[in-house]
T-cell receptor
Framework: QKEVEQNSGPLSVPEGAIASLNCTYS??????FFWYRQYSGKSPELIMS????GDKEDGRFTAQLNKASQYVSLLIRDSQPSDSATYLC??????????FGTGTSLTVIP | KAGVTQTPRYLIKTRGQQVTLSCSPI?????VSWYQQTPGQGLQFLFE???????NKGNFPGRFSGRQFSNSRSEMNVSTLELGDSALYLC????????????FGPGTRLLVL
């Protein structure tokens, strides 16, 4: 079982819609959770971090964390074509080690 | 502040050779982590250094090694290159020992022929 699992997609949404990206993790004592965006040929860039159960909003992005279900999600409201990228879920687990999912490819259709 | 820099950006080597990649973290950051990214495996953790000490190591063979200098710059070395080592090698830096947030460099794309 992988430490962090994501649906690889591809996920396609029309412009202006809500994109929902999901991630599950296996280490129950994981403490910190991150979403990175990676454009093709580029390095990952941090979008959001979340540490407590519940929702955290930053502009059009909302991260949701449910530690009991070991589940993290990212919602992108009013999706734009520029949001088309691969989204990586990362978990900081015991021993301060980061684990990344393989990413979900998102395409926003104009 | 300047971001994380990595050199070289692109590299072509042949099987059996060795390679050294360099990473300069964001000024003031003392933790540096290295990752290998391939299409099939995603981002895989190689190792992490803090204050010149390796604190964590991923599940890679001993051909992969690294070090960190007193100015926090880091190098990773891969000896006896194999075709499967072709990948994007990413360096990420963070401020402190708990590496709360990692910031990635542009990566070094290595092609082994």
């Amino acid at each position: 079982q992988k430490e962090v699992e994501q649906n690889s997609g591809p996920l396609s949404v029309p412009e202006g819609a809500i994109a929902s990206l999901n991630c599950t993790y296996s280490d129950r004592v994981s403490q910190s959770f991150f979403w990175y965006r990676q454009y093709s040929g580029k390095s990952p860039e941090l979008i959001m971090s979340i540490y407590s159960n519940g929702d955290k909003e930053d502009g059009r992005f909302t991260a949701q964390l449910n530690k009991a279900s070991q589940y993290v999600s990212l919602l992108i409201r009013d999706s734009q074509p520029s949001d088309s990228a691969t989204y990586l879920c990362a978990v900081r687990s015991t021993g301060n080690q980061f684990y990344f999912g393989t990413g979900t490819s998102l395409t926003v259709i104009p | 502040k300047a971001g994380v820099t990595q050199t070289p950006r692109y590299l072509i080597k042949t099987r059996g050779q060795q390679v050294t990649l360099s990473c300069s973290p964001i000024s003031g950051h003392r933790s540096v982590s290295w990752y290998q990214q391939t299409p099939g495996q995603g981002l895989q953790f190689l190792f992490e250094y803090f204050s010149e000490t390796q604190r964590n190591k991923g599940n890679f063979p001993g051909r992969f090694s690294g070090r960190q200098f007193s100015n926090s710059r880091s190098e990773m070395n891969v000896s006896t290159l194999e075709l499967g080592d072709s990948a994007l090698y990413l360096c990420a830096s963070s401020f402190g020992p708990n590496q709360e947030t990692q910031y990635f460099g542009p990566g070094t794309r290595l092609l082994v022929l």
